[in-house]
């Protein structure tokens, strides 16, 4: 069974828009707009990343213009206050950086998004040296493989190999698998179900799998 999982490596963006660590305030905001990005990547040295300045990061400073901080938990708000301060990215910036690296599989990356809360994540080799980024957009591009794509691995790596009696048909519709057939082990209706889930771009399964004289199959 040959179910090879997509990496970040496969969807990210090489092309990078980043900043240096004195890159001025107005400028990062200027980038994001320009390049309609929700943040950038921080880089020293030769492209190293030591951290991201977001949108989120840059609203610190009008979130505490009209505010009184004595009304927000101290401790909570020390960094904030910090960055409501700050005129270049090392002061505004978030650091240590979430990152990832290219061999990150896409549902590993897309956990570290969920965890974290984040929207864009920099790829970087062994050194912390800039690769690309990645974003959720990025992993959504698993969901535009073809119909004929998602049967042609579900036949090779599911059926092919659970039901090499050529009994179960593939079916997909718009990213939905649909297995038909008699089979007759009822115990490899979840295993199939399973594997058949696990290949990337498959929105949905559907099992109309049958046993022997056409007994449903649970």
């Known amino acids: ?9 496969d969807v990210m963006t090489s092309t990078v828009i980043a900043v240096g660590r004195e890159a001025p305030f107005k400028e990062i ?15 020293a040295g030769e492209g190293r990343v030591i951290g991201v300045v977001s949108e989120a990061d ?4 009008e979130e505490f213009r009209d505010s ?9 708000r020390l960094a904030d206050l910090a960055k409501a301060g700050g005129v ?10 979430v990152t990832v690296h290219p061999g990150t599989t896409l549902p590993q ?18 050194q912390g040296l800039l690769q690309g980024v990645v974003s959720r957009s990025d992993l959504l591009k698993v969901f535009l493989r073809t119909d ?20 179960v048909t593939v079916a997909v519709d718009g990213g939905v698998v649909t297995l038909g057939g008699e089979i007759r082990d009822k115990a490899l209706v979840p295993v ?16 109309h799998l049958n046993g022997p004289g056409g007994t449903p199959a649970r």
């Open 1 to 9: 069974m040959l179910h090879t999982s997509r990496t970040v490596s």
């Open 29 to 43: 905001v200027a980038l994001m707009e320009q390049w309609k990005v929700s943040a950038l990547p921080v880089l």
């Open 58 to 61: 840059l609203l610190t400073k």
């Open 68 to 76: 009184d901080p004595s009304r927000f938990d101290q401790l909570r």
């Open 88 to 97: 270049i990215a090392a002061e505004v910036m978030s650091t240590p950086a």
């Open 109 to 126: 990356a897309a956990r570290v998004m969920a965890l974290r809360h984040v929207k864009r994540l920099p790829v970087v080799d062994e």
């Open 148 to 167: 004929e794509e998602l049967a042609e691995e579900v036949t090779r790596t599911v059926t092919s190999f659970l039901f090499p009696d050529g009994a």
């Open 192 to 207: 199939a179900a399973r594997l058949t889930r696990a290949v990337e771009g498959v929105v949905d399964v559907r099992m």
